[in-house]
C-alpha cells in the first residue's frame, strides 16, 4: 500500500474502478447466496488491508462500512450493489418495446417439459422476484405486475424507489449482523465460570460486548463524540493498535485542554534561582 495517497482517494478508488469492474454484467447474474458470501469476503479482506487492520484486530463488517460511509463514499455490500443493479437493468427492459429480444426473454415461458426431481436451479426470475421483496419494492410474487411496470415507466420515480429500497436493505442487513454479534457473544458468556451459577444481567452482556467492539474506554469515547462530534472518535481495540491509540487521544485531549497549573510559591521561585546560579 503507499502511504502517500490519501486513504479516501484509496477507498474511492477501489469502490468505483475495482468493484465495478469486478461486477461488470452483474446485472444480468443469477447468482446464489454461496457465492455472495465468497464476493463478500474478498471485498471485505481487501477492506481490512486499506483501513490496515491487522488479523488480530475485532473489526465487524457493520463497523468498517460505517466508518467508510462517515467519509462521505456510499458504500455497501456486494449484495446490495448487485440488487440494485438488476434492479436497474429490469426498469430498462421494462421500457422497452415489446418486440425487443430481452423483454420478450424476461417475460416468456414456456409450457411444455417437466421440472427435473430436487432443487430447481436458481434463475434469473427468482432472483429479480427475491430483489423487489428484500428492497420492499413488492409483495406480489409476479414478476409483470401492473405495479411494477407503471413504476417502471418513470425512469426517475424508479431509480429513486430502487436506492430507497437498497438503504433499507442496507439497514436491515446492519440489524441483522449485530443481533447475530450480539447473540453470539451472549453465549460465550453463558460457557463462562462466573455465570454457570449466575445469569448475566443484560447491562453485562451489553458492556462486554461494547468493550469488546470499541475496546475498554467506549464510555469515555461516546461521551467525547456527544461532547465534541464525531471527530473525537478514537477506537481502542487488538493489541497492536491499543498504545498508539491511546497517545493519540492524550494529545488530542492536550490540543483542546489547557491543563490547570497552580501557583508556583515565592519561596519555591527562589530556591529554582539559586539552583539555577549554581
Not at 36 to 50: A, G, P, V
Not at 125 to 152: G, N, P
Request: charged share 30%.
Amino acid at each position: 500500500m503507499n502511504s502517500n495517497i490519501h486513504l479516501v482517494t484509496k477507498l474511492r478508488i477501489f469502490d468505483t474502478v475495482v468493484i465495478s469492474n469486478g461486477l461488470y454484467g452483474c446485472a444480468t447474474w443469477n447468482i446464489t447466496d454461496a457465492q455472495i458470501q465468497k464476493l463478500e469476503s474478498w471485498k471485505f479482506r481487501h477492506l481490512k488491508k486499506i483501513l490496515k487492520y491487522k488479523w488480530s484486530d475485532y473489526c465487524s463488517y457493520v463497523d468498517i462500512l460505517d466508518r467508510i460511509r462517515s467519509y462521505d463514499i456510499n458504500i455497501g455490500t456486494m449484495e446490495m450493489t448487485i440488487r440494485k443493479r438488476r434492479l436497474l437493468y429490469l426498469g430498462h427492459v421494462i421500457r422497452m418495446e415489446d418486440v425487443r429480444l430481452p423483454k420478450m426473454m424476461l417475460f416468456g415461458s414456456i409450457d411444455l417439459g417437466k421440472k427435473v426431481a430436487g432443487g430447481q436451479e436458481t434463475s434469473y426470475r427468482k432472483c429479480i422476484k427475491s430483489d423487489l421483496k428484500v428492497c420492499h419494492m413488492s409483495d406480489d410474487t409476479l414478476i409483470d405486475s401492473a405495479a411494477i411496470e407503471l413504476l417502471a415507466l418513470d425512469k426517475k420515480e424508479w431509480v429513486k424507489r430502487v436506492n430507497l429500497g437498497v438503504e433499507v436493505l442496507y439497514k436491515d442487513w446492519a440489524c441483522k449482523r449485530m443481533d447475530e454479534s450480539y447473540y453470539r457473544h451472549f453465549e460465550s458468556l453463558l460457557l463462562q465460570e462466573k455465570y454457570l451459577v449466575e445469569f448475566p444481567t443484560q447491562e453485562e452482556v451489553y458492556d462486554s460486548w461494547m468493550v469488546l467492539k470499541n475496546g475498554p474506554f467506549w464510555r469515555i469515547e461516546s461521551n467525547d463524540i456527544q461532547r465534541f462530534g464525531a471527530s473525537w472518535e478514537i477506537t481502542v481495540r487488538g493489541r497492536g493498535r491499543k498504545h498508539s491509540a491511546l497517545r493519540l487521544f492524550e494529545k488530542s485531549r492536550k490540543k483542546n485542554f489547557s491543563p490547570f497549573m497552580p501557583e508556583i510559591s515565592r519561596v519555591t521561585r527562589i530556591l529554582a534561582e539559586i539552583r539555577k546560579n549554581e
